[in-house]
């Protein structure tokens, strides 16, 4: 890696999950498969956007979603209603 790039730090689940270990896999990968040599910061970045790409494609997860809240108004100031 670059002397100067510290890799994102985890919390929760930033970057989902992404590990230094599992980026440099994928640095190899495109390497090997597409010929692209990418720093350090860039497969970092599209790492994350690959990742994003797929969360997207496969629509709603069981582990986003987030229980209701009461306290959400609708733009109107009415109440949305819980599921």
């Known amino acids: 890696m670059a002397p100067n ?3 994102p730090q985890r919390h929760g689940n930033f970057a989902f999950g992404l590990t230094p270990e599992a ?6 990968i495109m390497r090997r498969e597409c010929g692209l040599e990418l720093t350090p910061e860039e497969a970092w970045a ?4 690959l990742l994003a790409l797929f969360r997207m494609m ?12 009461s306290s959400i108004r609708a733009l109107d100031g009415s109440r949305r209603p819980s599921n």
């Open 58 to 69: 496969l629509g709603p997860l069981p582990e986003d979603a987030r229980p209701a809240s």
């Open 23 to 28: 980026v440099g896999r994928f640095r190899d």
């Open 5 to 7: 790039f510290t890799p």
């Open 46 to 49: 599209r790492a994350i956007e």
